[in-house]
């Protein structure tokens, strides 16, 4: 694999390159970076891109206020700054409401999309009584390593874990409690129609942040969309499982032009 960095639109964005071959786009979820997916980036075929978002990883801070569709917009400049030829997008958490910003928003910019325990075309609301664990978690890496476990609860690699738990302390400040809102105002329901191409959506059945009615509703949001059920993950089968989220998708990507 080989990483660098782009600048887009004032900002500095890390990413990892893998393979050759038709791009898929790798966008992780919140707490998240590209370190998420650097156990699915061998994909046959494929070149798969991982990138850190603006305000996670090692990539650049945004101004306030944080938005959703602005994150897309950075990803969708990172497309085109990179010349990549309608890539499949994949989005993982909030990085799958980024991906149908960019799908429906931008739709020239992809073949195809993928959503692994993504959040719905309405997004997910966070009640703000929460936050103050939101908080909690920017400030205690203990409290954090605790919450982020109870998303993967069948990794059994530890060092890899606290590596996740190192991205997770490095975002952005303003992003822990303005994900949570921009997550909560996030609705594009009324246009998921327009977007005809294929979509496939992972729900791993053990997540308990997306219920299996979310995941549902997000399939049967677009006109081609079909939802799979991994049995032996929680929120994200692509570091619990690796191995069937790589089937999944190179069994997707056969009927995919």
């Known amino acids: ?30 707490t998240g970076s590209s370190r998420w997916f650097s156990r699915v980036m061998e994909i046959p075929g494929y070149k798969t891109i991982a990138l850190d978002m603006p305000n996670f990883g090692r990539s650049g801070v945004l101004p306030e206020p944080v938005d959703l569709h602005r994150y897309a917009d950075y990803v969708a400049g990172f497309i085109r700054e990179l010349k990549l030829e309608k890539p499949v997008l994949v989005g993982h958490s ?49 409290f954090l390593s605790k919450a982020l476990a109870a998303t993967v609860p069948t990794l059994q690699d530890s060092a890899f874990f606290e590596s996740l738990v190192d991205d997770a302390m490095a975002m952005a400040e303003p992003a822990w409690i303005g994900n949570a809102e921009a997550l909560g105002k996030f609705d594009i329901s009324e246009r998921t129609g327009e977007y005809g191409k294929p979509v496939l959506v ?8 997306i219920t299996e009615a979310m995941a549902r509703e997000t399939a049967e949001a677009y006109p081609a969309g ?9 929120h994200s089968v692509i570091v619990e ?14 009927n995919v032009k």
């Open 202 to 209: 992972i729900w791993g059945k053990m997540d308990y942040i």
């Open 94 to 142: 909030l990085g799958g409401a980024v991906a149908q910003s960019i799908a429906l928003r931008y739709p020239e910019l992809s073949r195809a999309m993928i959503l692994v325990d993504s959040s719905s075309p309405r997004g997910l609301l966070t009640p703000k009584d929460r936050y103050p664990l939101i908080e909690m978690m920017r400030k205690d890496r203990t």
């Open 1 to 30: 694999m080989v990483d660098s960095f782009v600048t887009i639109a004032g900002i500095a964005m890390f990413y990892v390159v893998a393979g050759e071959g038709v791009p898929i786009v790798y966008i992780h979820g919140n």
């Open 226 to 234: 079909d939802l799979r059920i991994v049995e032996s993950a929680g």
């Open 241 to 254: 499982n690796p191995g069937q989220f790589r089937e999944l998708v190179v069994s997707f990507l056969r």
